[in-house]
């Protein structure tokens, strides 16, 4: 299994960014996945879901209304569109399997919000 994050960059606040993960190893259309957000210095925490239907998303309070998750089953492929990006936004983007703890976690990718 292997997830490959990517998208990430230098944006100013209010700004907008798309992330992508290419996912390989299993059959992406038969899980439900998240992203996760890492702040310097903190763990990783999940900031959005989504079913393997496509039409479950569930979002932290802190993304919820500037970010959507969404999948495309046949690239494999899992994105993360957000919009009105704030200096807290900055840090490291994964993605996994939404449940499965034991997931190797990809190199992430950078977001870095500032004016």
């Known amino acids: 299994v292997q997830f490959v994050e990517s998208g990430g960059g230098l944006v100013q606040p209010g700004e907008s960014l798309r992330l992508s993960c290419s996912v390989s190893?299993?059959?992406?259309?038969?899980?439900?996945m998240s992203w996760y957000f890492q702040a310097p210095g903190k763990e990783p925490e999940k900031v959005a879901s989504i079913g393997n239907s496509g039409r479950d998303t569930k979002y932290a309070d802190s993304v919820e209304g500037r970010f959507t998750i969404f999948r495309d089953d046949a690239e494999s492929t899992l994105s993360l569109e957000m919009t009105n990006l704030e200096p807290s936004d900055s840090g490291l983007y994964y993605c996994?399997?939404?449940?499965?703890?034991?997931?190797?976690w990809g190199r992430g990718t950078q977001v870095t919000v500032s004016a």
């Open positions: 996994r399997r939404a449940w499965f703890t034991t997931d190797p």
């Open positions: 190893g299993l059959t992406m259309s038969t899980y439900a």
